[in-house]
Each structure stands twice: as C-alpha cells, then as structure tokens.
T-cell receptor, first 114, second 112 residues
Framework: AQSVSQHNHHVILSEAASLELGCNYS??????LFWYVQYPGQHLQLLLK??????LVKGIKGFEAEFIKSKFSFNLRKPSVQWSDTAEYFC????????????FGAGTILRVKS | DTGVSQDPRHKITKRGQNVTFRCDPI?????LYWYRQTLGQGPEFLTY????????KSRLLSDRFSAERPKGSFSTLEIQRTEQGDSAMYLC??????????FGNGTRLTVT
C-alpha cells in the first residue's frame, strides 16, 4: 500500500524566510505527485503537480517542488514566504495501480509571522 | 467552473441517527471521490465513482457507510447508526479521469 510522510507538522517562519517542506512516499512504481494547500476557512486547492518530464515543477504563488525518484521525495520550496502563505500544506501521491486515488500525508501547518 | 459543492456545511447529530450528505461535482467531471479528514490528519480515501459506477471502496470503511451516484452526476454519502468516531470533515472531490482532483468545502459532522 502507498503511504506519504511529511516531515514536519508545524513550521513557523518569518516573512522573507525560505521554505522547504519535506515529503516522502513509499510506492516504488510510477506515481503522480501533488501538493495541495488549504488556506484558513477554504477548501483544498492544487498548488502544483508532477506527472512526468522535468522533475522540477513550478506551481502557483512562487512555489516549486522537486521530484527525486531515487529518494522517493517530492519536497516543496519557496525562496521567500509571505504572511499570506500561512496555511496547511498536504503532499499527496497517486498511481494507476491504485486506481489513481490520492493518498495524502498528514499535512504541515505553516505559520508566517509578519 | 462553479466548483464542487457540498451540502450541508455542518451537521450535528445524536449517536445512532442516520445522516446523508450531498456532493455536486464540477459538471464535466466523470469521477467523484469521497474522503474523510480528522484533526491533525490528511484526507483519507473512502470511495470513488466513475460516472455512476462505484469502482472502489476503502477496506477501512464500515458497512454503515454507503455512497451512491445514481445518474453519474451528484452523489450522496449516508452514514447509518452514527457513532462518535464518525465525527470528521467529509470531503468530496471530482476530476475528469486522471486530472487533478478539485475539492469541495466539506461537510463537518459532529456526533454527540
């Protein structure tokens, strides 16, 4: 079975600090990888996705993530966070073998201090 | 794109009662998913449909839970004889085949 591990449950940063959120998954086959974000009071929204091709993917709002197959990782990065990035971030993986349903990590709550 | 719509937003019920939630997916999406999320956890897969066919149901899902999508459009999720452990946020999502999932705002269930 697939599983997803997010390294930190809570992260607190000051504005302009750099962000890196870790994500590792367990499945060894072909996967699609996602980061979703949930702003306070809002629904889950897609931040970025990796299906194939360039392992460095860029998403909305200056976020990017790098797929490293050998490490089963898909870490999320942003060079300079803003107060408005305060949210919960979820890493998720899907594979055709498992019906392409998403398996989520437990989430990382990011608080950016202004 | 009007988004995925879920109703109600909140439901408080007493233990032992039945509850039903509704999800209206994005109109052109043929797949519809139900997830459950509890505090401190990511969404957990419950079941999904492609058109009106229920293609998969989580092994962890109690037989008190049933979902339908009779005409391949909206879906309902029913929980019979609710228990306090059923208290959670129930999320619906839709997609067009393997495109990324679009989520609704969820239905928060509280069982007292």
């Amino acid at each position: 079975a697939q599983s997803v591990s997010q390294h930190n449950h809570h992260v607190i940063l000051s504005e302009a600090a750099s962000l890196e959120l870790g994500c590792n998954y367990s499945y060894g086959g072909t996967v699609n990888l996602f980061w979703y974000v949930q702003y306070p009071g809002q629904h889950l929204q897609l931040l970025l996705k990796y299906f194939s091709g360039d392992p460095l993917v860029k998403g909305i709002k200056g976020f990017e993530a790098e797929f490293i197959k050998s490490k089963f990782s898909f870490n999320l990065r942003k060079p300079s966070v803003q107060w408005s990035d305060t949210a919960e971030y979820f890493c998720a993986v899907a594979s055709m073998e498992y019906g392409n349903k998403l398996v989520f990590g437990a989430g990382t709550i990011l608080r950016v201090k202004s | 794109d009007t988004g995925v719509s879920q109703d109600p937003r909140h439901k408080i019920t007493k233990r032992g009662q039945n509850v039903t939630f509704r999800c209206d997916p994005i109109s052109e999406h043929n797949r519809l998913y139900w997830y459950r999320q509890t505090l401190g956890q990511g969404p957990e897969f419950l079941t999904y449909f492609q058109n009106e066919a229920q293609l998969e149901k989580s092994r962890l899902l109690s037989d008190r839970f049933s979902a339908e999508r009779p005409k391949g459009s909206f879906s309902t999720l029913e929980i019979q004889r609710t228990e306090q452990g059923d208290s959670a946020m129930y999320l619906c999502a839709s997609s067009y085949y393997n495109s990324p999932l679009h989520f609704g705002n969820g239905t928060r269930l509280t069982v007292t």
